[in-house]
């Protein structure tokens, strides 16, 4: 099974999950749900605030699907070597 398919799973199930089993499953995991941000280093919240400010300034960006064709393509040629 797929993680997709294992969250959707997941999300169907916490809709219906009686409050004792939503508890219980919510306990197991508090310690990271309750982290209040991610935990970026210095080095790459930069960049990020880099990339932002190049898109707000109307840098060129592209479509998802182009990123997607970009990442095959690296993809494809990493599986090749």
Do not use: P
């Not at 219980?24 to 310690?31: C, G, V």
């Not at 970026?40 to 300034?57: G, I, Q, V």
């Amino acid at each position: 099974m797929t993680t997709v398919a294992i969250r959707k799973k997941l999300a169907n199930f916490m809709q219906v999950a009686d409050d004792k089993k939503v508890k219980a499953i919510y306990a197991l995991f508090e310690d990271e749900i309750e982290q209040e941000e991610m935990e970026y280093t210095d080095e790459f919240r930069e960049e990020l605030d880099k990339r932002y400010a190049y898109y707000k300034n109307g840098g060129k960006m592209i479509t998802a699907a182009e990123a997607d064709k970009q990442i095959n393509k690296i993809l494809q040629t990493v599986k090749q070597k």
